[in-house]
């Protein structure tokens, strides 16, 4: 008999949030259905800026980093952990990649699914969509690297972003275009991975639909100023899964509208998440440890909730020319703007985008304290959390908490130590408060 | 002034020496990461390139408050000298978009150490047409930049001047490396990386000069390295430093060539002189320096995959007569640690033996990887 698994994911607060699990199991179900029928299914990153495409094309996306989580949450890593380093892949890489390319080697291995992996298995792809970014590496040495246990077409899409001293004026034309050429040139690999034609008209109501999806789910998050607050950290979390892998469908924007009618009737009627809220937090841009969830409840237990974070954070709403129609150019501007959305205001003080960001959520979600999680596994957001640390310092003395771990490799997690500092840090905050309030 | 390796020797013990004379002179000093920044722009604007590294017998004191223990240890170790004002003599720096490491070094950088100029460039991750045109667009931002900074213009007469002058230079490495190919070789890999430290370590024109003195100097070596057994290529990240080939060279082998940052990575191709110097730039340092973090797309099975990344070191195998590989690679370099599985199944399957060290920087224990680096020579034999 196997013993009870421990608890690993929080309690959350709303019943939209709850639902999640449910969406996720849909979304494998559907990747199995369409493995059945012969339907392309594609690999692909969370926050590609590219979702619409795929979804116009017809193509079934997978999320591996989503499923490399879901094995964390279900103490289901370290089996493909383990295969990934005995295949050479060694154990500081991102550990995203070293679960799914162990989980693809195993499948090779067994010539099948892994016994009684998560969801029923990881379906083999019919193709794999990486990205070139600004950030993450791994987004196109992953997929490289799982060709030798994949051998499926791939694409690696060209996504750049200025730095922050750039000037926006100076180069904002030639990032739009190659962006908007890069874009082109994914569709004409999926066009000619599944012999269909792009129906520009589907893209252009794909990309509406994803813009009011995000807009939505942008107010549902505004309304989480309130005090007490209404919704947490724990059920954000999950609830960022329809809007970084299921955008472009009514479903997420149903999933949001409903959202935010949740978090509007808690508001009016003040429903907390806990009952006596005496902390209000900040998770910054750090990447969750998928184990070890339940850490949003002892906060909890502590008087501490987290009403924002900036991870998995709703883009902001921007503005788009009016000239600008096709949905390619459209996307393309839409992203440049978002990811740019700080630069002119960090560029004026001589800081980092995330921490003008952090600034105003600070302000505007009346925040008592900054928590930051250092995935050990990832360099691509976790190193350069020290010079945040240093850069909010200089306008403001919230406290600041950095905890240690993972997001998937549970062996980089202490909970005992993670709970010895948090109780610190709490008394820390509690100081910072009354100071601030005498 | 000393010529060929003792001036060599002299730079390599004191790399910044040189710089900072020209510095006294007037000249202002640029320095750059990694072999993807284009330094022909940097000359051809008459300042001087100086490529920055790290220090590999200095501990790092300072950088722990600055920069995550989990980034990568040489980007760490350069950011800990110029914190401690190692590089204060330097005018500006320059960082391309080479892999997070760098990207997040930038902004770190910029904050902490004040320099008059700072420019990041960059670099597309893809080969497709839009990322050439893209790239193409980035390095004009970069002249215009530069020409701001300086206050003189870059004319495309200057940019070839500066094109042909870093191209006779790399003509000087690949020459300097043919002295490599007989058996015994006329010269060490830990000669050869002092050369290249040095070489990087001075403005171009007299680095060019310098090569040539130390090629006629080694052409009339009476003879070379002692004969070993085991002829080694050493594949991997930046290794700016002789401890680790010198401690291979010790145990029994000789390093014959490398596929190295510090080594030919920066050297093994040449700009095509054109009427569009930039363009020309942009096509060969992203099609033609062979870096992991540039993805080739490669369709067909996996072997033509491995063939159409790799095929370039077997050849550098068959070319200088190598038996055996060493894949060095620091902790914590993403890119490189992604493509080692991959490197290592091409390579075995040519028939190359495969000794995959992670390494450190600085390293810490010589001996511990002196240990393994004796067993595999052992079993090479």
Known sequence: MEPPKEKTSAEKSTEVAKRIRRLVKEMAAEAHEAKAKGTPIAYFFIVSFYDEIIRAMGIVPWGTENYAGLCAVKMDAERFLLKAEAEGYPNYLCSYATCILGFDAMRRELGGMPPGAPDGGLEYPSMMLGTGMMICDPRYKWYQAAQRYNNVPMHIHGLLTPTTDANLQEVQDYYIKYNTEELKGLVDFLERQTGRKMDWDQLSHVTDLAERTQRVWWEAYQLRKAIP?????????????????????????????????????????????????????????????????????????????????????????????????????????????????????????????????????????????????????????????????????????????????????????????????????????????????? | MVQGLARVEQIYQDRGQRVKELKAEGRKVVGYFCSLTPVEVITAVDLVPYRIMGNMRQPITHTDAYLETIACPFTRSCLDIALKGGYDFLDGFVMPHACDNIVKLYDIWGYNIKHSYAHFVNVPHTLSPASFEFFEAELETFRRSLERFSGREITTEKLTRSIQLHNEQRALVRTLYQLRKQDPPLLSGAEVTKVIVAVMSTPVTEANELLRGVIKEVKERSKGCQKKPARLMVCGTGNDDITFIEMVEESGANVVIDDLCFGTKPYWYEVEVSDNPLASIARSYLEKINCPRTYRQSPGSHQEDLEKRFGYLYDFAKEFKVNGVILYILRYCDTHALDAPDVKEYLVGKGLPVLEIEGDYPTPSPIRLKTRVQAFLEMMS
């Open chain 1, 229 to 438: 607050a209404p919704m947490p950290t724990e059920d954000a979390v999950n609830t960022m899964v329809p809007g970084w892998f299921m955008m472009g469908t009514q479903l997420a924007l149903d999933f949001y509208q409903e959202l935010y009618n949740e978090v509007k009737y808690r508001v009016d009627h003040k429903i907390g998440v806990i009952s006596d809220e005496k902390y209000r937090l900040m998770w910054g841009m750090s990447l969750p440890p998928w184990y070890g969830l339940v850490l949003f409840n002892y906060f909890e237990s502590l008087g501490a909730v987290f009403p924002i974070e900036v991870v998995y954070h709703p883009p902001p709403p921007v503005d788009i020319p009016p000239r600008i129609s096709h949905p390619l150019e459209r996307i393309a501007w839409r992203t440049f703007n978002q990811l740019t959305h700080w630069h002119e205001k960090a560029r004026k003080h001589g800081t980092d985008p995330f921490v003008e960001w952090f600034l105003e959520l600070i302000e505007d979600y009346k925040i008592d304290g900054v928590v930051l999680h250092q995935a050990m596994t990832c360099r691509t957001i976790h190193t350069g959390q020290l010079h945040q640390i240093r850069m909010l310092r200089k306008y403001s003395d919230i406290p600041v908490l950095l905890l240690e771990g993972d997001i998937v490799d549970v062996r980089n997690y202490n909970e005992a130590a993670t709970h010895d500092k948090i109780d610190a840090f709490i008394e820390v905050v509690d100081a910072y408060k009354k100071r601030k309030h005498s």
